[in-house]
T-cell receptor, first 116, second 112 residues
Framework: KAGVTQTPRYLIKTRGQQVTLSCSPISGHRSVSWYQQTPGQGLQFLFEYFSETQRNKGNFPGRFSGRQFSNSRSEMNVSTLELGDSALYLC???????????????FGEGSWLTVV | DAKTTQPNSMESNEEEPVHLPCNHSTISGTDYIHWYRQLPSQGPEYVIHGLTSNVNNRMASLAIAEDRKSSTLILHRATLRDAAVYYCILRGPQGGSEKLVFGKGTKLTVNP
């Protein structure tokens, strides 16, 4: 069974540009969550999508957005990039809603974004 | 949100058991205790989870205190591949808007 796949793995962008990251969940999983990980802040929740609807959202500015397609694949977009957006962006999928207590969530290997 | 407290770092020798503690004194009755680990340059990997009873799987064992205010992840025989940051997290319904909270975790070093 293929795991969570994220593309691209590495990318470098210039301040002010925008970026789109893609995530393909495990087959059959309907929930996709996104996280930002930095050395200083640790792992922080961005948002969760379930059946194409955003269910939960973390405390990030509106420059961070996402969507989920009918095949459960998801994309996240960051507009007007800032230097502080440099981070590892992780996608995770689960069978049902990610925050249902007993569900296991599976992470991808992440997309490393560097903003210069 | 219920929080967890873990030691910043621990060391172990290869082939020896490792006990990774986690305190969660404000845990609610519906919170599950989950453990994840993250190897360098990789995404977090699920290890184990439980609610009240001790749990075992092929990777580890989870021992949950009777009052559920603490738990211990047990790696029975540490290998070099177990060197990672281990996160203890609580997951459960909280006011209708749940947010997965990862703390700093415990960095486990395994010595050959």
């Amino acid at each position: 069974k293929a795991g969570v796949t994220q593309t691209p793995r590495y990318l470098i962008k210039t301040r002010g540009q925008q970026v789109t990251l893609s995530c393909s969940p495990i087959s059959g999983h309907r929930s996709v969550s996104w996280y930002q990980q930095t050395p200083g802040q640790g792992l922080q929740f961005l948002f969760e999508y379930f059946s194409e609807t955003q269910r939960n959202k973390g405390n990030f500015p509106g420059r961070f957005s996402g969507r989920q397609f009918s095949n459960s694949r998801s994309e996240m977009n960051v507009s007007t990039l800032e230097l502080g957006d440099s981070a590892l962006y992780l996608c995770a999928s689960s069978l049902e809603a990610a925050f249902f207590s007993g569900n296991t969530i599976y992470f991808g290997e992440g997309s490393w974004l560097t903003v210069v | 949100d219920a929080k967890t407290t873990q030691p910043n770092s621990m060391e172990s020798n290869e082939e020896e058991p490792v006990h990774l503690p986690c305190n969660h004194s404000t845990i609610s009755g519906t919170d599950y205790i989950h453990w994840y680990r993250q190897l360098p340059s990789q995404g977090p990997e699920y290890v184990i989870h439980g609610l009240t009873s001790n749990v075992n799987n092929r990777m580890a064992s989870l021992a949950i205190a009777e009052d559920r205010k603490s738990s211990t992840l047990i790696l029975h025989r540490a290998t070099l591949r177990d060197a990672a940051v281990y996160y203890c997290i609580l997951r459960g319904p909280q006011g209708g808007s749940e947010k997965l909270v990862f703390g700093k975790g415990t960095k486990l070093t395994v010595n050959p």
